[in-house]
T-cell receptor, first 109, second 113 residues
Framework: GEDVEQSLFLSVREGDSSVINCTYTDSSSTYLYWYKQEPGAGLQLLTYIFSNMDMKQDQRLTVLLNKKDKHLSLRIADTQTGDSAIYFCAENGDDKIIFGKGTRLHILP | DTGVSQNPRHKITKRGQNVTFRCDPISEHNRLYWYRQTLGQGPEFLTYFQNEAQLEKSRLLSDRFSAERPKGSFSTLEIQRTEQGDSAMYLC???????????FGQGTRLTVV
């Protein structure tokens, strides 16, 4: 069945890079997504990558996709306090979007 | 277009009451999805529509839950005889078609007391 796994917690010092990892199971996924959710807020689409791409860069964000290993990562350069949130990895296999449980990113001063 | 709109934003109800939520998708988006999110979890798929047709329902959607999208535009999610376990954030999303980006609304937070 479809499943998306990601670590639940990550602590990073302000100014360092954050790397959030994710594995997924559905090889037919066309899109893979990263969503951001701040406390009490809705889901914000942060970035996405087509399954035929290896990498996508968007300002401070870099998404890497290893389709063979079904591994997706999100790198946030120069992490700021405003990056503190829960980050959800998601895939759009089988006509619906399947989410991981989310990685809570904690920024240390 | 202001994005996906959900109403109400918050709902507190007594156990056993019925509640109905509304979702207005981005105009011209054919697909509409409902998700539920509880504390510490990722959003869980409930059901989705292609235009007015409900194409899939999760086993999470008990027979107390019903969703409609009568004219292929807005959708409603009704929960009958609410239980405390129904307390969650209910999220709606829409996309233009299959395999395109989905955009989420702010959600309706339901508290059953």
């Amino acid at each position: 069945g479809e499943d998306v796994e990601q670590s639940l917690f990550l602590s990073v010092r302000e100014g360092d890079s954050s790397v959030i990892n994710c594995t997924y199971t559905d090889s037919s996924s066309t899109y893979l997504y990263w969503y951001k959710q701040e406390p009490g807020a809705g889901l914000q689409l942060l970035t996405y990558i087509f399954s035929n791409m290896d990498m996508k860069q968007d300002q401070r964000l870099t998404v890497l996709l290893n389709k063979k290993d079904k591994h997706l990562s999100l790198r946030i350069a120069d992490t700021q306090t405003g990056d503190s949130a829960i980050y959800f990895c998601a895939e759009n296999g089988d006509d619906k979007i399947i989410f991981g449980k989310g990685t809570r990113l904690h920024i240390l001063p | 277009d202001t994005g996906v709109s959900q109403n109400p934003r918050h709902k507190i109800t007594k156990r056993g009451q019925n509640v109905t939520f509304r979702c207005d998708p981005i105009s011209e988006h054919n697909r509409l999805y409902w998700y539920r999110q509880t504390l510490g979890q990722g959003p869980e798929f409930l059901t989705y529509f292609q235009n007015e047709a409900q194409l899939e329902k999760s086993r999470l959607l008990s027979d107390r839950f019903s969703a409609e999208r009568p004219k292929g535009s807005f959708s409603t999610l009704e929960i009958q005889r609410t239980e405390q376990g129904d307390s969650a954030m209910y999220l709606c999303a829409s996309s233009l078609q299959r395999d395109t980006q989905a955009f989420f609304g702010q959600g309706t937070r339901l508290t059953v007391v």
